[in-house]
């Protein structure tokens, strides 16, 4: 008989119910290591890795420069101006995602979002603090001892060491790592810098080590946005419930039909492994990250059952309808290789290439022509016209260049720089421009006065190096009206 409630209605927010998931080995719990290591490797080992660009350059490989407005990455230097490359990275991002939804459903996930890495490691300390799963569990219920006091205070402090570390190594992306460690050590460092490792270690340790799974099935979009991209085609961890139900508890030791029972003995060992505490025989839920280790799980029982494994496998919905009826199971490499999944890794490649491609034949210095319109020309007492013009020579190579500004068009006209004399005029002119830098030249023009009261000319700057780059800008020549 259903209890009904006499004490008014009932909480809408469930209190969360504390997982304790208990260890495992298996193919995808070694792959999840590999890829771990991999990530933290990536994440802390990236800012002390050093990259030679020359005394006029940072020699940091990776480095977000926001005083300087340059972006880093190994051979590779981004100007604000080149903003779109950093788009096209954001889209190959955005498109990968998609791709690795479409091919290996969630493995995101599952393997590399840093809140199941960092997740794994908060538990993986908890486990060696508290001991397996049974011993935590133990361990909550007991009353506050000793010997709790202890183990939560050393559990607690090797977070908050984790989490530090977590803050710390973000702020060296984004200044040199050595000098940046000695004044964040001293004392020395901007206050922007203890703030942001305040807020990181902070979410870490609340996230990592408190929030865990609720923050993949409550706080974060991504389940929502991969449910929608996904199909009866996507990889899915999946419990074969045809070949697992019903269930029942005790050995297999004569013919399953005999018994009346499926592959499944009940064990919970796919639920107590779970890092999101979720029972996979439900059937496909957001709670489910396909981090497979269920399927390590099960397939140890299974093992010991003597029944073959795979009760619980990656598959798609089309292929268990498929096995369902007594078909052959799809090999995984069929579900993973589909026009979908092709098109998207087209995609993704087509903007790889294109920017890859962009930037090996960008050039290292550019020109632009701003006119100085107050007053928009001066008539000179030869007949001549003089307009004035901020000429900006960019230099994006980190040693200075030596470049050669010419007049294109406009016959008859010569120019000068501000602070020399007319009697300088040419009609090129040689600048050094420093390394890394943008140069603004004020530059005079005279013209005959003879001519249309707006001519179109141009400006072309080529470097003198040998490398012979070259870039031109188009400017307006002003007269007087007549
Ligand atoms: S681990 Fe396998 S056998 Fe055990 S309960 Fe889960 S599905 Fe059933
Ligand atoms: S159900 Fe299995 S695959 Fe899904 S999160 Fe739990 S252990 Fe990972």
Not at 161 to 171: D, K, M, N, R
Not at 217 to 235: F, G, V
Not at 341 to 352: D, E, M
Request: charged share 20%; with cysteine.
């Amino acid at each position: 008989m259903n209890e009904v409630s006499t004490t008014g209605p009932k909480s809408l927010y469930e209190k969360r119910q504390p997982v304790y998931p208990q260890k495992i080995d298996g193919h995808f719990r070694r792959l999840k290591w590999a890829i771990m290591a991999v990530t933290l490797a990536i994440y802390y080992v990236t800012p002390w890795l050093r990259w030679d660009r020359g005394p006029y350059a940072p020699d940091q490989a990776v480095l977000i420069d926001l005083a300087s407005r340059r972006f880093y990455f190994g051979p590779i230097e981004i100007w604000p101006h080149e903003f779109y490359y950093v788009a096209g990275l954001l889209i190959m991002a955005g498109i990968g995602l998609f791709l690795v939804t479409s091919a290996v459903g969630r493995a995101w996930c599952g393997y590399a979002c840093p809140q199941t890495v960092w997740t794994d490691v908060f538990q993986h300390i908890e486990r060696a603090v508290e001991g397996d799963r049974n011993a935590q569990v133990r361990l909550a219920a007991a009353p506050w001892s000793v010997e709790k006091i202890g183990k939560r205070s050393l559990k607690y402090s090797l977070f908050l060491l984790v989490s530090l570390a977590t803050g710390g190594a973000w702020i060296f992306y984004f200044a040199d790592a050595p000098t940046l460690l000695r004044q964040f050590i001293a004392g020395e460092a901007s206050l922007v810098a203890y703030s942001t490792v305040a807020i990181l270690m902070a979410t870490t340790f609340v996230f990592g080590g408190f929030m865990r799974e609720q923050v993949c099935i409550y706080m974060c979009p991504w389940p929502r946005i991969q449910t929608a991209m996904m199909d009866e085609k996507s990889l899915l961890v999946t419990y074969k419930d045809w070949r697992g139900e019903p269930r029942g508890k005790g050995r297999r030791t004569g013919e399953l039909s005999d018994l009346g029972l499926g592959d499944c003995i009940d064990c919970n060992q796919c639920v107590a492994v779970c890092p999101t505490g979720i029972d996979i025989r439900n059937g496909p839920q957001i709670g489910c990250i396909t981090c497979a280790l269920c399927i390590d799980a099960c397939d140890r029982v299974m093992e010991k059952t003597g029944r073959p494994r795979g009760l619980i496998d990656y598959a798609t919905l089309e292929d268990c309808a498929v096995e369902k009826s007594g078909g052959p199971p799809k090999p995984l490499l069929k579900s993973i290789l589909r026009p979908r999944t092709i098109a998207y890794a087209l995609i993704w490649s087509s903007v790889g290439l294109g920017m890859l491609f962009a930037l090996g034949n960008r050039t290292r210095l550019d020109i632009s022509a701003q006119q100085q319109r107050n007053p928009v020309y001066v008539q000179l007492s030869d007949g001549g016209v003089r307009n004035s013009y901020t000429i900006k020579l960019r230099n994006m190579q980190t040693r200075p260049r030596e470049m050669r500004v010419d007049l294109t068009n406009l016959p008859g006209a010569s120019m000068w720089r501000d602070g020399q004399t007319r009697d300088q005029a040419s009609r090129s002119i040689q600048v050094v421009v420093p390394p890394d830098a943008l140069a603004k030249l004020p530059m005079f023009v005279v013209a005959p006065g003879s001519g249309d009261a707006s001519e179109k000319f141009g400006f072309t700057v080529r470097s003198t190096d040998g490398e012979g780059e070259m870039d031109s800008t188009e400017a307006i020549f002003e007269r007087p009206r007549k």
